[in-house]
């Protein structure tokens, strides 16, 4: 992480830390976390009021995500974005245990490379969750994933659904 970015990422996990009511949104798009940033991140994160949580354009890959997942049932986040993360099928995975216990209604998975299986294991516990708006654009879940999500969507709250740039035929 740039030297900017570190002393503004920094002073968020300070503001987070105070659990100032005046802080709900938190944008960290594009600030280079790594694994270890994640941690401190979801050290801060339960309790405070964060309602929205951009952490787009990070590479946090597998390892970010299981951290951010242990920790989700425990915010009051409603909003998440992790376009561009690299999370794969695992980190899909991990994060379709914890969301039916969140109380996340938007969530942008863009670009994270969750395949048919990430998809599968999202359609299976979409029905028990408040998502309402899904992105899973550029995620290369073909006809399969995309099949597995049809069979569930009239069971969701799902409102909002992208699935551009899927190879869906």
Not at 21 to 43: H, K, R
Not at 81 to 103: H, P
Not at 135 to 146: R, V
Not at 147 to 162: F, Y
Request: hydrophobic fraction near 45%; charge should be negative; aromatic fraction near 2%.
């Amino acid at each position: 992480m740039k030297k900017e970015k570190e002393r503004e990422f920094k002073e968020i996990l300070a503001r987070i830390s105070a659990c100032g009511e005046n802080l709900t949104e938190v944008d960290l798009s594009g600030f280079g976390l790594l694994n270890v940033d994640v941690e401190l991140l979801c050290q801060v994160l339960p309790g405070s009021k964060i309602t929205s949580l951009d952490l787009s354009w990070n590479n946090i890959g597998h390892g970010g995500i299981v951290a951010l997942a242990r920790v989700l049932a425990d915010t009051q986040i409603t909003g998440l974005n992790l376009n561009e993360n690299e999370i794969g099928v695992g980190g899909a995975e991990a994060l379709a245990q914890v969301l039916a216990d969140t109380q996340i209604t938007s969530l942008d998975l863009c670009h994270n490379q969750i395949g048919v299986g990430g998809a599968k294991a999202l359609a299976q516990v979409l029905a028990q969750t408040q998502i309402t708006s899904l992105d899973l654009k550029w995620n290369q879940i073909g006809d399969k994933g995309a099949k597995a999500l049809a069979q569930v969507l009239a069971d969701t709250q799902i409102t909002g659904l992208n699935l551009n740039e899927n190879e869906i035929g």
